[in-house]
């Protein structure tokens, strides 16, 4: 098996598999603010660089299942499916704290609106927090993160946003 691209009517290969690839269909694929492929799996996010190496597991990442990547500053945010999101930038992998309640740990899409707000959808309702407060806390864990919860109070009739596909936002 191979991760490559269609141009002018021809495949162009970007990187094989290896023989022992796990067995999961890819969620989201990515070109990483590091040159690497990124594939967001359900047993784990992977990344090669194209031509040189094979598909190996981000360390921190093996066994989550990813749903979806975003890229944005050089930040790769990851949303998985039961275990929250987390945000990987220069080779360091954070894990922002859930919400209150946990509904952050089904994390199925990112958007930054123009008004510089970060937007997460979840199986519970949608969460906003600045942009600008997240990238404080990549630059230091010990800052705080105050998200702002949308749900049935807010008039969301169904609170449930399900991710698994690309784009997972219009």
Not at 47 to 52: H, V
Request: proline letters at 5%.
């Amino acid at each position: 098996d191979v991760v490559g691209f269609i141009k002018d009517s021809s495949f162009v290969v970007l990187a094989k598999t290896p023989d022992d690839f796990p067995d999961s269909r890819i969620e989201d694929i990515l070109m990483g603010p590091d040159n690497r492929i990124w594939i967001a799996k359900c047993n784990g996010v992977m990344s090669c660089t194209p031509g040189k190496d094979k598909f190996r597991f981000i360390p921190g990442l093996e066994g989550v299942c990813a749903r979806v990547l975003f890229k944005d500053q050089g930040n790769i945010f990851i949303g998985t499916y039961g275990n929250g999101y987390f945000i990987w930038k220069n080779g360091k992998l954070m894990k922002p704290p859930l919400d209150r309640n946990k509904f952050l740990s089904h994390a199925h899409s990112f958007l930054i609106d123009k008004n510089n707000y970060l937007w997460m959808s979840t199986n519970k309702g949608l969460f906003r927090v600045p942009y600008q407060k997240v990238l404080s806390y990549i630059q230091d864990t010990t800052n705080t993160l105050q998200y702002e919860y949308f749900g049935d109070d807010d008039g969301i009739l169904n609170t449930e946003f399900n991710g698994g596909c690309t784009p997972s936002v219009v």
